[in-house]
C-alpha cells in the first residue's frame, strides 16, 4: 500500500511485524527519533501505536526535543527501558513524577532536572546528566546524602560539573588516589543497602562519576587499579573509625582519652600499612608505578 494511503508509522509497524515473524525471535525494540524525524510523523503519533509504545530502548536525536515531547516519553519510563535524549536542547523547566525513572538515563541537556529528581533514586542503573544548573552546594549536599542514604540510590552517576572533587567532598571521609582525582569512600551496609563501596571521579571532560559497588565486586577498569581497591578498600573502615576516636576525644574523661589515643596510635600504624600517606591532610593511598 503506497504512502498516500498509510502513514510511515503504520508501514514502520508492518515491516517490524514481518521481521519478527520471519525470524521467530521477540526483538528488543529500539525507537528512535532521528534528526528530521518531524517532516514525516510526530512523537505523539508514533507512541499512540500499540506496537511502537512497546519500544525497550529510546533515543531521541533530533536537535531539540519540547517538554511536550519529553513529558510522553517520561510518562512511559519504568525500570526495565532506556531511554537517551541527544538533543542539544531541552526544557528549561519541567517537573515530572518519573523523571530519571528509566533503568538507564542519558539527557545530554539536563537544566530542566531538579536536585529532588536525584534524592528520588531507587535502585537505579545508570544516569547521565550533561548541561546543568546544579552548583556546588546542590551537588555536595547530594553526595553527602547518597554516602549517608540506607539504601542502594543507583549504580553509575555522570553529571557534568567542573567542581573540583577535593571541594564537593569536603566533610566526608574518603581515600584520596596519588596523583588523582579518583577518591573512594563507604556507605554503612544495611539490608537495603549491599553497594557500599563508593567511587567518585571527576574527568578532564568536565563529568564527574559515581558509581557504587558490591567490596569485593569492584571492576571499574578491568585491570590493576580494581584488584588493588579489592584488597585494600578496608583501609577506608579503618579511617572513618580513625575520624570517629577524633571527635570522642574532644570530649572524653581522662582514662578514655587514654584508651582512644593508644587506638588511634593503632589505627595509624594500620593505615601505614596498607601504603597510605596524607598529602596536605588528606589520606592518599600509594599508587605502585608501572
Not at 510523523?41 to 526535543?65: A, G, M, Y
Not at 547521565?128 to 547518597?146: E, H, R, V
Request: charged fraction near 30%; glycine fraction near 4%.
Amino acid at each position: 500500500m503506497n504512502q498516500s494511503t498509510k502513514s510511515i508509522v503504520e508501514d514502520t509497524v508492518i515491516v517490524y511485524n514481518e521481521i519478527e515473524q520471519l525470524f521467530r525471535i521477540e526483538i528488543p525494540f529500539l525507537l528512535v527519533f532521528s534528526t528530521g524525524y518531524k517532516t514525516i510523523t510526530t512523537v505523539k503519533e508514533v507512541l499512540s501505536d500499540p506496537i511502537l509504545r512497546t519500544w525497550k530502548h529510546c533515543i531521541f536525536e533530533e536537535k531539540q526535543i519540547s517538554s511536550e515531547e519529553l513529558k510522553m516519553i517520561l510518562d512511559m519510563a519504568s525500570s526495565d527501558r532506556s531511554f537517551a535524549s541527544i538533543a542539544k536542547e531541552g526544557p528549561k523547566e519541567l517537573r515530572h513524577e518519573k523523571a530519571l525513572k528509566f533503568e538507564n538515563n542519558i539527557h545530554r541537556d539536563a537544566r530542566w532536572v531538579k536536585t529532588e529528581d536525584l534524592y528520588k533514586l531507587n535502585n537505579g542503573g545508570t544516569v547521565t546528566l550533561g548541561k546543568n544548573n546544579f552548583t556546588q552546594s546542590d551537588i555536595k549536599a547530594f553526595i553527602s546524602y547518597w554516602v549517608n542514604s540506607d539504601i542502594d540510590m543507583f549504580w553509575r552517576l555522570e553529571i557534568q560539573t567542573y567542581f573540583e572533587t577535593v571541594d564537593i567532598v569536603d566533610g566526608l571521609t574518603v581515600l584520596h588516589f596519588e596523583n588523582s582525582t579518583t577518591v573512594f569512600t563507604k556507605a554503612k551496609s544495611s539490608e537495603t543497602r549491599k553497594k557500599t563501596l563508593l567511587f567518585l571521579y571527576r574527568s578532564l571532560s568536565g563529568f564527574l562519576t559515581l558509581t557504587a559497588w558490591a567490596p569485593d565486586e569492584f571492576t571499574y577498569t578491568r585491570g590493576e587499579l580494581d584488584t588493588m581497591v579489592r584488597n585494600k578498600h578496608g583501609v577506608i573502615d579503618l579511617l572513618i573509625e580513625k575520624r570517629q576516636l577524633d571527635a570522642e576525644e574532644q570530649s572524653a574523661d581522662r582514662e578514655n582519652k587514654r584508651r582512644i589515643r593508644s587506638r588511634l596510635t593503632q589505627l595509624d600504624d594500620e593505615i601505614r600499612d596498607y601504603g597510605v600517606f596524607y598529602d596536605n591532610r588528606r589520606a592518599t593511598l600509594r599508587v605502585p608505578t608501572q
